[in-house]
């Protein structure tokens, strides 16, 4: 079926581990004929979490496309992991929802996952509905639920309760319709009933404050209700769109999605209330500049996940921002301008997927076998150039260095590594020159465990992690002045060069050398960072200037492998000012060799100090476990700069070597009990105290000496 943009609903289901976004999806389908039994996760034969991987970890790891069939509309849904690992399927995922459905478990209430998914929705402004489930559970406590939402999350405005919470869960009194809804044994469609008496005062409290919720957002409907103290329903359905479109406010209902009670509501007030993808703010363009959701305009889709499946191979999800796109369209990828013709076009609800023959504005879709469109990619109708601003994943907050047990099996680890980094922009690889290492960078020690698991299981490669090493620099302190002569003699011609060289560390806008005379100078920015200010000032010819880059190619050989530690130098003035050649004798690999180790004998001299990479380290943690993350702090030489209070959470603001933040993901969450959550950036480099310096220097020759 072709659905118009206006009769689209894109919802992204989210909340902790165990709430039960999976059921909840299995259930939706159910009720909508999508499904003609439900699954279970325990039974593993849920449409959501339908991957080996999952099934094996018993929780979401990837976000998985599901639609639904609504009364002619189609609610497409995005089930999505609630561990903060994966949040780069949460991402992008909430990037092309018009709708967030975060789900709360009723006998947990706020759980901490749902609090750092949250941070995303607000980055995103993407519309909210609560809904308490799990209130067949026999210590689910609804009002303390709420009461803990409305205190996080604010704005919160309950439009159903329970009546009997716990084991004999089966009705919930609806206060935006003023009915009751009673559910038969097992669940399904509910007996409506008249509000009890008992529960008349309640039900109609909130209503008010439902019908004032939906009044406020427009003059009109203000008029109304104070000429008639309420509203209509149909005017509240109005007025709520424009509340939940705006985000002030949040509507709250109640379900047990294990039980197949109260889901129909939550999809009837989906379908009816929560804005399509025209009623959305138009999407950001990269450079500037915006673009409706429109099914009359140009076509132009967007990437947002790609997956790889055994014997089906690339599958790329995306939606279609403006325009339609048809089976057999062509059309050219804005990033390297390669033409994809989409020969097949399917809807999907998990691994089962349905040919279509057009996906208009606003809906999501798949196809499968593009050959050079990936995540996070536009693709235009040809004589259209745009690009939708890509999804900014979040930064690194963990790195482990890699290796396969084989030398032999290095390329193989590396096409399995690229394979899945396609479908994960928050995996990130780097084989470091320097480091002579292979690092990987992502979200937690979950994530990158679960790398591992799929290298060795989808690739057959075994993969070992070890830890990363740091990436020092090496610098001066002082002037010095050492000159080399290397001569070498053997039988016929030699090799003859002596050069005296003066090493100061460098700084932009330093005056000239002193007492010499600058003839040429060149400052290179280095491939690792800081600079290289090379001058020549020889007088008097004592060494030819065809010599000078073979002597600079000296000097940068030595700074790329530097003397203290093996690491790259950085910030060094080099000034060549006298020396010797022999008119035979002396050639480019002479005067190269000279320069190393006239280089190396000024260094020594010099006052030479190892920095260290410092990271700027922002913590978010809850009041109870602050003092211990503090302590923690403090083992890892950190500097608290700054301490405060965000929203829920208490902020402290560090800068902290990158030495000893190996493993602090795994450190944070247990001692937070995953009540806290940190991001790092790079910051700048500092130097190492003296008595690890020395410690550094010595483990150094240590090694050179088992290699020698």
């Known amino acids: ?18 709430c039960g976004k999976t059921s909840f999806a299995e259930t939706m389908l159910f009720e909508t004929g999508g499904i003609s039994r439900r699954g279970s996760v325990q039974e593993q034969n849920t449409v959501s979490d339908y991957t080996d991987l999952e099934h094996e970890r018993g929780n979401s790891i990837f976000s998985t496309l599901m639609h639904d069939d609504w009364r002619g509309n189609k609610i497409n849904v995005l089930d999505t992991p609630g561990f903060d690992d994966f949040i780069g399927e949460v991402v992008s995922s909430l990037k092309v929802s018009a709708t967030a459905l975060v789900l709360l478990n009723a006998k947990s209430g706020v759980e901490v996952g749902t609090e750092l998914l949250w941070e995303y929705v607000e980055k995103f402004e993407t519309p909210s509905i609560f809904v308490v489930n799990q209130l067949d559970h026999e210590k689910a406590d609804y009002d303390s639920t709420v009461d803990q939402a409305t205190a996080r999350f604010g704005k919160i405005l309950p439009i159903q309760y329970p009546l009997n919470p716990g084991s004999g869960f089966n009705t919930i009194v609806d206060a935006l319709r003023m009915t009751m809804y009673v559910f038969p044994p097992g669940g399904g469609k509910p007996e409506k009933k008249p509000i009890p008496d008992s529960e008349k005062e309640r039900a109609m409290e909130m209503h008010n404050a439902i019908v004032e919720a939906a009044a406020e957002n427009d003059e009109e409907l203000m008029e109304r209700f104070f000429d008639k103290g309420t509203l209509s329903e149909e ?3 109005y007025g709520l769109r424009i509340a939940i479109a705006n985000r002030t406010a949040y509507p709250l209902f109640c379900c047990s999605a294990l039980q197949n009670m109260g889901s129909g509501r939550i999809m009837g007030f989906i379908n009816d209330v929560c804005p399509s993808p025209a009623e959305r703010m138009e999407v950001k363009l990269e450079g500037g500049g915006t673009l409706k959701c429109d099914a009359s305009g140009d076509t132009t889709i967007f990437i947002f996940k790609t997956h790889n499946e055994p014997r089906v191979g690339s599958i790329s999800y995306f939606k279609v921002y403006s325009g339609s796109l048809k089976a057999g369209d062509e059309l050219v990828n804005a990033d390297n301008r390669h033409t994809e013709r989409f020969g097949q076009l399917y809807i999907s609800n998990g691994k089962n997927r349905e040919p279509v023959e057009e996906l208009k504005a606003g809906d999501l879709g798949c196809t499968v076998k593009l050959k050079s469109s990936h995540t996070n990619q536009t693709l235009n109708k040809k004589g259209v150039d745009r690009k939708i601003d890509p999804i900014h994943f979040p930064n690194s907050r963990i790195e482990v260095a890699v290796h396969p047990p084989s030398k032999n099996d290095m390329e193989k680890l590396m096409k399995a590594l690229h394979s899945i980094s396609e479908e994960d922009p928050t995996l990130i690889i780097e084989q470091s020159k320097s480091l002579k290492q292979t690092l990987l960078y992502g979200q937690g020690q979950l994530h990158l465990d679960l790398v591992k698991h799929r290298v060795e299981s989808e690739f057959g490669v075994g993969m070992e992690f070890e830890k990363p090493r740091i990436p020092y620099r090496e610098t001066i302190m002082r002037e010095s002045n050492e000159m080399y002569r290397h001569k070498k003699q053997s039988g016929g011609a030699g090799q003859f060069a002596e050069v005296h060289m003066r090493i100061e560390p460098y700084h932009e806008g330093m005056p000239e050398p002193t007492g010499l005379t600058v003839r040429n100078k060149e400052i290179d920015e280095l491939p690792w960072g800081g600079h290289l200010a090379f001058y020549w000032c020889i007088v008097g010819g004592s060494i030819d200037a065809r010599f000078s880059n073979a002597i600079k190619k000296g000097v940068l050989q030595k700074m790329e492998e530097g ?31 000279a320069s190393i180790n006239a280089f190396k004998q000024n260094f020594s001299k010099a006052n030479p100090q190892l920095l260290e990479p410092i990271y700027d380290v922002e913590i978010l943690c809850s009041d109870e476990v602050m003092g211990d993350v503090m302590g923690d702090l403090q083992t890892r030489r950190a500097i608290i700069v700054g301490m405060g209070a965000e929203g829920h959470y208490q902020k402290i603001i560090a800068k902290v070597p990158l030495a000893e933040l190996y493993q602090y993901s795994s450190t944070l969450r247990s001692i937070s009990q995953g009540r806290a959550k940190f991001n790092r950036k790079f910051a700048e480099y500092a130097p190492v105290p003296g008595d690890i310096q020395q410690k550094l220097i010595e483990a150094h020759k240590s090694e050179q000496q088992d290699e020698d």
């Open 235 to 237: 005017d509240l359905a």
């Open 1 to 18: 079926m072709n659905y118009d943009t206006s009769n689209i609903r894109n919802v992204v289901l989210l909340g902790h581990p165990g």
């Open 563 to 593: 003397p203290l530690t093996g690491s790259n130098c950085q910030d060094i003035r080099v000034s060549i000012y006298d020396g010797k050649m022999h008119p035979v004798d002396s050639n480019d690999m002479a005067f190269m060799l």
